[in-house]
């Protein structure tokens, strides 16, 4: 099997994102899961570019992005991707769309096609805090969500896709007054439990995570 990992360039005036460096430190293979990885622009548009021209190149049996949530205390397994871009600051080629959809006339939403809810007891029981998050935003890490997805649903059928959103590291934190933060050993560990689960399994678990987050 094989997965494709993306991860952002940092933005909104960090100087580092634990998606990038995370990329850095995954393996090339994970038992009989083969994995490659892709740095991808903060952008709206660019991001997406580049994610189907990797998806065309690799032909991935799962795809998993990785994005910054500055402020979460855990890792964040998102469950749904929405049909809009709604920018609080520009991305990093100075665009800023307010109320657009990601792709027109899309459907609203779509979910995420990984087994969410496993991964998340798994990287539980591996001692990381965890959630299943009901909200990826509508910054370029739902863009990039909802196109992926889209992409899968569309014209590249084949994939199972989702996106886990990840906690500052404590460097960054540390210029963030009271915010929580995660070491990069940890997150690195959480993407690799994460990946394994989806190679081992396609179906989900039923458990109670229905907070709002």
Known sequence: ??????????????RVNPALEALRLLPARLGALD????????????????????????RPDIVLGLGLAGGRAALSLERVAINIDDARIPDNSGVQPIDRPVVPG?????????????AVAALRGAGLPAIVSNSAGTFVCNHLFYGLLHLGATRRPGFRGGFLHLPYLPAQAASHADAPSMALADIVRGVAIVLEI???????????EGAMS
């Open 1 to 14: 099997m094989k997965a494709l990992v993306t991860g952002f360039e940092p933005f909104g005036g960090d």
């Open 198 to 208: 989806a190679a081992a399994r396609r179906d989900d678990i039923e458990a109670a």
């Open 106 to 118: 899309g459907p609203a939403a779509y979910f995420a096609t990984l087994p969410i809810k496993a």
């Open 35 to 58: 994995i490659a990885t892709l740095a991808l622009p903060t952008a709206f548009g660019g991001s997406l570019a580049a994610l189907e021209d990797a998806v065309a190149t690799t």
